[in-house]
């Protein structure tokens, strides 16, 4: 008997549908939270009153015999999106280690989109504006996906969007976080002091011992994550890998558990270890923080950018950085994503999942050119904060990703109706066990 190809975006285990669900939901009211924050600051800075907001940004608190009196607009970057980047951590070893991920033909799809999207639109950046010695530095600003915002996207206009798409998306999101974070502290980093890189690994080790012998008390962990924290921000490497570091010590599965958890037929959990890991339970109490304060804050005091006008806006429009970056978004991020994934099918000679066609991998391509929180990130690293080309960048990355957003809109729109049929499909409950038919085992 000849073997059965596989397909690419199958539905997986009803149980992991369900999470990525609730996932979702929570990223979707974050996406939200970021979109007004963002609106805000743009507004308000471009407004009578454009000196308050820039006080606020640049008011300087902490202890400087530590090194960290920092302003806000620092906090929000160095400290708040630690928290964003250990929610992200948590996912990512979340997926692989007990997820549907954990399969390699499940993986595959999602991880190599993920790399093609970070390649291409660097690729693309450098052939625009790779010739400025200076602007070149920023090559990685264009490589990043933002799940709340893209999320939110698909909350107004992608409702019916099949659950493989939806979770292709976020593990898309999180790999390309992963690589965000590799970037920087490879290629952003401006001094290494090696003692305070080395001092981290203590807190980071009796942490890690602590959550692998199952300790969830606070006042034990969080003193120990902030001087983890300060230690790799004292080191010159940013401050958010102490984040994904912190996050790749927790345990997934339930203390004394053996391996993934088992499902019956039904979909249900058997076994006397099954249960939320720990990984799983900070992950649930930590990711409202980080949709719903650290990502919101940190786009509030980053989006603020004084346009200038409409001349101000025609001079950054010309810089060779602005073009390179909303090329990257808008084509390269599109380019590498549906390549990546095509190439993919056409190697292992897989088929697309029924009901699914390439226009939906496409419009799912675009809206990974959605790039806010991550890309502005690397445009403050790469340009220095509220230097003239950084303001090109923030210009860039909303044009970019509000173009992308409208596009994949259109996309997803002409494919509303076939989704409407898988949803429809996906609900019949023959036997009446609770587990549609389309997620239960043959």
Same mark, same amino acid.
């Given at each position: 008997?000849?073997?059965?190809?596989?397909?690419?975006?199958?539905?997986?285990?009803?149980?992991?549908?369900?999470?990525?669900?609730?996932?979702?939901?929570?990223?979707?009211?974050?996406?939200?939270?970021?979109?007004?924050? *963002?609106?805000?600051?743009?507004?308000?800075?471009?407004?009578?009153?454009?000196?308050?907001?820039?006080?606020?940004?640049?008011?300087?608190?902490?202890?400087?015999?530590?090194?960290?009196?920092?302003?806000?607009?620092?906090?929000? *970057?160095?400290?708040?999106?630690?928290?964003?980047?250990?929610?992200?951590?948590?996912?990512?070893?979340?997926?692989?280690?007990?997820?549907?991920?954990?399969?390699?033909?499940?993986?595959?799809?999602?991880?190599?989109?993920?790399?093609?999207?970070?390649?291409?639109?660097?690729?693309?950046?450098?052939?625009?504006?790779?010739?400025?010695?200076?602007?070149?530095?920023?090559?990685?600003?264009?490589?990043?996906?933002?799940?709340?915002?893209?999320?939110?996207?698909?909350?107004?206009?992608?409702?019916?969007?099949?659950?493989?798409?939806?979770?292709?998306?976020?593990?898309?999101?999180?790999?390309?976080?992963?690589?965000?974070?590799?970037?920087?502290?490879?290629?952003?980093?401006?001094?290494?002091?090696?003692?305070?890189?080395?001092?981290?690994?203590?807190?980071?080790?009796?942490?890690?011992?602590?959550?692998?012998?199952?300790?969830?008390?606070?006042?034990?962990?969080?003193?120990?994550?902030?001087?983890?924290?300060?230690?790799?921000?004292?080191? @010159?490497?940013? *401050?958010?890998?102490?984040?994904?570091?912190?996050?790749?010590?927790?345990?997934?599965?339930?203390?004394?558990?053996?391996?993934?958890?088992?499902?019956?037929?039904? @979909?249900?959990?058997?076994?006397?270890?099954?249960?939320?890991?720990?990984?799983?339970?900070?992950?649930?109490?930590?990711?409202?923080?980080?949709?719903?304060?650290?990502?919101?804050?940190?786009?509030?005091?980053?989006?603020?950018?004084?346009?200038?006008?409409?001349?101000?806006?025609?001079?950054?429009?010309?810089?060779?950085?602005?073009?390179?970056?909303?090329?990257?978004?808008?084509?390269?991020?599109?380019?590498?994503?549906?390549? *990546?994934?095509?190439?993919?099918?056409?190697?292992?000679?897989?088929?697309?999942?029924?009901?699914?066609?390439?226009?939906?991998?496409?419009?799912?391509?675009?809206?990974?050119?959605?790039?806010?929180?991550?890309?502005?990130?690397?445009?403050?690293?790469?340009?220095?904060?509220?230097?003239?080309?950084?303001?090109?960048?923030?210009?860039?990355?909303?044009?970019?990703?509000?173009?992308?957003?409208?596009?994949?809109?259109?996309?997803?729109?002409?494919?509303?109706?076939?989704?409407?049929?898988?949803?429809?499909?996906?609900?019949?409950?023959?036997?009446?066990? @609770?587990?549609?038919?389309?997620?239960?085992?043959?």
């Amino acid at each position: 008997m000849p073997a059965v190809p596989p397909r690419l975006f199958s539905r997986g285990s009803w149980i992991e549908a369900g999470r990525v669900a609730a996932i979702l939901r929570k990223e979707t009211i974050g996406g939200a939270l970021l979109l007004v924050a *963002a609106t805000v600051a743009l507004v308000w800075a471009n407004s009578p009153w454009s000196g308050a907001y820039e006080s606020l940004r640049d008011l300087r608190i902490g202890p400087e015999a530590l090194h960290l009196n920092l302003g806000l607009g620092a906090w929000a *970057a160095d400290g708040l999106l630690a928290i964003f980047f250990f929610v992200a951590g948590l996912e990512l070893k979340r997926e692989f280690v007990a997820g549907d991920l954990r399969h390699v033909r499940q993986a595959v799809v999602p991880v190599a989109a993920a790399v093609g999207g970070v390649i291409v639109p660097a690729a693309l950046y450098l052939l625009v504006a790779g010739g400025d010695g200076a602007g070149a530095r920023g090559w990685a600003i264009p490589t990043a996906t933002d799940i709340a915002f893209a999320l939110a996207v698909l909350a107004v206009i992608g409702r019916h969007l099949p659950p493989a798409l939806r979770t292709f998306l976020l593990t898309l999101a999180v790999v390309d976080d992963l690589l965000a974070i590799c970037v920087i502290a490879v290629f952003y980093t401006g001094h290494l002091s090696v003692l305070p890189l080395l001092g981290a690994l203590v807190p980071l080790a009796v942490f890690g011992l602590l959550v692998r012998r199952g300790v969830r008390s606070w006042w034990l962990l969080l003193p120990l994550a902030a001087v983890t924290w300060a230690l790799v921000h004292a080191s @010159g490497v940013h *401050a958010t890998v102490a984040g994904v570091l912190l996050a790749f010590t927790v345990p997934v599965h339930p203390r004394g558990g053996t391996g993934p958890d088992t499902e019956s037929d039904t @979909g249900s959990d058997t076994g006397p270890d099954v249960g939320p890991g720990l990984a799983e339970h900070f992950e649930h109490r930590f990711r409202p923080l980080s949709a719903g304060v650290a990502v919101p804050v940190f786009a509030f005091l980053s989006a603020g950018v004084p346009l200038g006008g409409l001349d101000g806006l025609a001079a950054a429009l010309r810089d060779p950085v602005t073009v390179g970056v909303l090329a990257g978004l808008i084509l390269g991020k599109p380019l590498g994503v549906l390549g *990546a994934a095509w190439l993919v099918a056409r190697f292992t000679r897989a088929h697309l999942d029924e009901g699914l066609t390439w226009t939906d991998v496409a419009a799912l391509a675009v809206l990974a050119g959605i790039g806010f929180t991550v890309s502005l990130l690397i445009g403050e690293l790469a340009f220095g904060a509220g230097s003239a080309r950084d303001g090109y960048v923030k210009v860039a990355v909303l044009g970019g990703s509000l173009t992308a957003a409208l596009v994949a809109g259109v996309l997803l729109r002409l494919r509303d109706r076939a989704y409407r049929l898988i949803e429809e499909a996906e609900r019949v409950d023959s036997d009446g066990d @609770g587990v549609p038919d389309a997620y239960q085992r043959p």
